[in-house]
C-alpha cells in the first residue's frame, strides 16, 4: 500500500517564478509545485496544503504555530507517514527548527525549499521536493526529530544553517555534517540524532531579541533594549562567549530587571563557555548570571528562548535546556 505523505506548501523561491524579460523573481498567482508533484511521485499518495504563500522574510512565529497546529490536526486524523514543507530558504531553518521543539511525533518532518526558481535554468525545486518526499517515506527517517532536506542531503533542524547567498549546496551542518544523503536507489542514514527536545506551547508572543557583538561594542543598545518591552535577549559574543568591558553595565542591567541573557559564539563552529577569567570575559558573565547556549546559531538560540518562555520555564529550566 502506497504510503500517504502530508505537503505543505507555505511559498518562498520553490513556489515562485522568474520574469524572463526583468530577471525578478515573485510568487506566482497558482503554485508552480503542485499540478507537477502528483505526477511524478508514483510511491506516495500526496495530501496537499496552503495555508498560505509567503517570501520566508514574511514568516514569523505566528506562522511557524499555525504550521505547528495545521501538522497535528492533519496528522491525528488522517493516517500519514510523513510531512513535507515546502519553504523560502532565508528563514527555513528557524521554522525547521521551531516546529523541531514543538512537535512531538515519531513520523518523519522534512523541511525543504530552493535557490532557483520554477522555470529558472537549473532550477532546484522539483528535485528537492521530490528528494524530500522519499525521507520522509523512509522508516528510517522516523524518530529523528524535524530534517531538513535539499541538494541530496539530509540535515537535523537542530544543526543546519543556510550558509550562501545562492549556492545550492547553501544548507550546511557546520561542525557536525548531514545525517544522510538521498541517493537515486534511496535514503541512506549515517548518524542517529541524540536527544529530542518538546515543548508544549500556545503562544508566539514573548519578545526576545537578538544581537551581534563587535570589537568596541559598549552598553548604549543594551540600554535601549532594557527600556523596551523585552522578555529575552539572545548575544552573539565573541569567540568563546566574551564580550568587551564596556558593555558589563549593560548586561548587568539587564539581568537586575530578570531579563534572561543567552550567550552563542558569533563563531559558527564550537560552543559558547565560561572560559576567559579577563575583564569582559565568559567567567565574569557567567557569575553574572548569563546562561551560556550550548552551540545553537543566534537565530535559533533566539527560538529557543522564546518557546522556553512561552512555555513557563523559569531561569533554572532556561540554563538546564541551554546546557542539552
Ligand atoms: N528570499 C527567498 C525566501 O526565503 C529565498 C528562497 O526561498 O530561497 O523566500
New binding site residues.
Given amino acids: 500500500m502506497k504510503k500517504k505523505i502530508l505537503v505543505i506548501h507555505t511559498?518562498?523561491?520553490?513556489s515562485?517564478c522568474e520574469d524572463e524579460a526583468t530577471g525578478a523573481v515573485r510568487p506566482s498567482s497558482s503554485n508552480p509545485l503542485t499540478d507537477k508533484t502528483q505526477g511524478l511521485v508514483d510511491f506516495a499518495d500526496l495530501i496537499i496544503e496552503e495555508p498560505f504563500n509567503?517570501?520566508?522574510?514574511h514568516i514569523t512565529p505566528k506562522e511557524m504555530l499555525d504550521l505547528r497546529e495545521l501538522i497535528l490536526q492533519k496528522i491525528s486524523v488522517n493516517q500519514i507517514s510523513g510531512v513535507v514543507i515546502t519553504?523560502?530558504?532565508?528563514?527555513?531553518e528557524e521554522t525547521a527548527y521551531f516546529l523541531d521543539l514543538t512537535v512531538q511525533t515519531s513520523i518523519p518532518i522534512v523541511v525543504t525549499?530552493?535557490?532557483r526558481s520554477s522555470n529558472e535554468i537549473g532550477s532546484d525545486g522539483l528535485y528537492n521536493l521530490i528528494s524530500s518526499i522519499k525521507v520522509a517515506a523512509s522508516d528510517e527517517a522516523r524518530e529523528k526529530g524535524v530534517l531538513v532536506v535539499l541538494n541530496d542531503e539530509i540535515h537535523t533542524a537542530e544543526n543546519v544553517t543556510k550558509t550562501h547567498t545562492s549556492d545550492i549546496s547553501t544548507f550546511q551542518s557546520p561542525q557536525y555534517g548531514p545525517i544522510g544523503i538521498v541517493t537515486k536507489r534511496g535514503v541512506i542514514f549515517h548518524h542517529i540524532p541524540l536527544g529530542k527536545e518538546y515543548y508544549d506551547i500556545q503562544d508566539v508572543s514573548k519578545r526576545v531579541v537578538l544581537i551581534k557583538a563587535h570589537a568596541g561594542m559598549d552598553s548604549t543598545l543594551l540600554h535601549a533594549i532594557n527600556e523596551l518591552p523585552c522578555d529575552g535577549i539572545v548575544i552573539e559574543a565573541l569567540g568563546q562567549g566574551n564580550l568587551p568591558p564596556a558593555t558589563i553595565p549593560g548586561i548587568q542591567a539587564l539581568i537586575q530587571n530578570d531579563i534572561p541573557v543567552v550567550f552563542v559564539s558569533r563563531c559558527f563552529n564550537g560552543i559558547a563557555q565560561d572560559t576567559y577569567a579577563y575583564l569582559g570575559g565568559g567567567k565574569q558573565f557567567k557569575e553574572l548570571g548569563v546562561i551560556f547556549s550550548n552551540g545553537l546559531n543566534g537565530q535559533k538560540a533566539r527560538l529557543k528562548l522564546l518557546i522556553l518562555l512561552a512555555a513557563k520555564r523559569n531561569l533554572k529550566e532556561i540554563e538546564e535546556a541551554f546546557s542539552l
Fill in positions: 511559498g518562498g523561491t520553490i515562485m509567503l517570501p520566508s522574510p519553504h523560502g530558504t532565508d528563514t527555513l525549499g530552493a535557490m
